[in-house]
């Protein structure tokens, strides 16, 4: 069986947040064809759901960077969380250093998930973080932190690298940035690559080929596993370097295109 692990944003996702009719029809054909089809993408569950094409094609689910498996029914198959602990000393590593921060938890994402900050201007989203009480998180009942985001202004990216550098050796997470301008922090258990091997196990399915398609950091995870590792032509040129092929650009329907004529599927 043959397994298309596909990322979303950047990826799937063309840059007005679309799935193209061509990307659909190509979706459809492979799951046609008898081929496993797996949505494997940084955001929670509840922002994957809201395309219609994948209600439509009922594909399973791999979210927060491998932190939440989900079926093709929508069941939980598999969930990492960081402890609480974890939390309390990264929060203020990251808050010292001026960087938006976003909770991705069983409960929700707190004060927000980062879809929702696409398209705002710099004002509109330090309005969003500037007065909320992170403390507020941790008195919810039966909590699970998933993720926590730090987000950088796009003239302070070097301070993701400070914040990747302060907690090295101080906490055992998985780092990876979806963005140029974000570092993402996770269990140690999860990240899209290991995911995927996990998927197998919990489905008792064996894959003869994976084909992962990305253009971010958290895809590189996915693309050591992969028996063929495609990458976006919108993709940073150091991920470019990492994969077997260069597609197109998200903007040009590189997975539909990919698929069709550098894979011949």
Known sequence: MKCFSIDLDGTLLNSGHEISDENFKALQELREQGHTVIVNTGRAV????????????QLPIISINGTVLYSHAGE??????LPVSYYQILMPILQELGLWIMVYTNQGGFPCRNP?????????????????????????DHLKIYKIMAVSR?????????AQQAVKGKLEV?????HLNN????????NKGA????????????????????????????????????AMGNAPFHIQQEADIITKTNDENGFAYAVRHLLNF
């Open 46 to 57: 509840e922002d994957v759901v809201k395309f219609e094409a994948i209600k439509t094609l």
């Open 76 to 81: 939980i198959l598999y969930e990492a969380s």
């Open 116 to 140: 929702e900050l696409q398209d705002k201007s710099v004002e509109e989203i330090d309005a969003i973080f500037r007065e909320y009480d992170y403390s507020e998180i941790l008195k919810k």
């Open 154 to 162: 796009a003239d302070e990216m070097e301070k993701l690298d400070q």
């Open 174 to 178: 998985s780092m990876a940035s979806s």
């Open 183 to 190: 570092v993402e922090f996770t269990s140690i258990e999860a």
């Open 195 to 230: 995911a995927l091997l996990r998927y197998q196990q919990l489905t008792e399915t064996k894959f003869d080929e994976i084909f992962a398609f990305g253009d971010g950091g958290n895809d590189l995870e996915q693309f050591k596993v992969a028996t063929t590792s495609v």
